[in-house]
């Protein structure tokens, strides 16, 4: 089984930023698409942002301008820089596979909080 560690979250005042880390543990981790998710109190899970195994990356429009992922294959590590962060933000954030959150090939991490109040 791959394990997906996510960790950076916390509490943050509006405006301010976080930047979040997924560690995968499979030496494969560089020929898969990423994704960084997130799930709100009564929410369905949502993609936040997706960056391929070419590191092209794709955003929800919500969120584009303020977040921006990345990949450090050499560390089987993604991350999430976040900016200008927003209430709506507030949500579990969990990294898996795909673009997806139903079509996910890796079983979901404990995912890091993220709670952005004032």
């Known amino acids: 089984q791959v394990q997906l560690v996510e960790s950076g979250g916390g509490l943050v005042q509006p405006g301010g930023s976080l930047r979040l880390s997924c560690v995968a543990s499979?030496?494969?981790?560089?020929?898969?698409?990423m994704s960084w998710y997130r799930q709100a109190p009564g929410k369905e899970r949502e993609r936040v942002a997706t960056?391929?195994?070419?590191?092209?990356?794709g955003y929800a429009d919500s969120l584009k301008g303020r977040f921006t992922i990345s990949r450090d294959n050499a560390k089987n590590t993604l991350y999430l820089q976040m900016n200008s962060l927003k209430p709506e933000d507030t949500a579990v954030y969990y990294c898996n596979s795909g673009a997806s959150p139903t079509t996910t090939l890796f079983n979901w991490g404990q995912g890091t909080q993220v709670t952005v109040s004032s």
């Open positions: 499979t030496s494969l981790f560089r020929i898969y698409a």
């Open positions: 960056i391929t195994s070419s590191n092209v990356a």
